[in-house]
Nanobody
Framework: QVQLVESGGGLVQPGGSLRLSCTAS????????MGWYRQAPGKQREFVAG???????NYADPVKGRFTISRDNAKNTVSLQMNDLKPEDTSVYFC???????????????WGQGTQVTVSS
């Protein structure tokens, strides 16, 4: 089956930077939109950033100007460069992608397992 694996999370001080990456693997025919979500304890999962197959990007207001999403279609990878991190960015970050598996006639949403980002002094 298709799987998404995130990497790059960790502990960083306020004002610091982290770069998250997510790679899709498996029997993949095509990948459409990809994005990042985050979820803190007791809160619902929220949209952070998304990127279309053609490279159009969208950002949630709290991260505009600080985060940059990008993708490498040849590597089935989406990344999130996070700069000027703030304590309120602390969350588990999840990768999301709409993927058509080789044996499937449709696109389905897939999620990574999540990677912890903690911003604290």
């Amino acid at each position: 089956q298709v799987q998404l694996v995130e990497s790059g999370g960790g502990l960083v001080q306020p004002g610091g930077s982290l770069r998250l990456s997510c790679t899709a693997s498996g029997s993949i025919f095509d990948i459409n939109a990809m994005g990042w979500y985050r979820q803190a304890p007791g809160k619902q999962r929220e949209f952070v950033a998304g990127i279309s197959e053609g490279g159009q990007t969208n950002y949630a207001d709290p991260v505009k100007g600080r985060f940059t999403i990008s993708r490498d279609n040849a590597k089935n990878t989406v990344s999130l460069q996070m700069n000027d991190l703030k304590p309120e960015d602390t969350s588990v970050y999840f990768c999301n992608a709409f993927v058509r598996a080789s044996v499937s006639p449709q696109f389905d949403a897939y999620w990574g397992q999540g990677t912890q980002v903690t911003v604290s002094s």
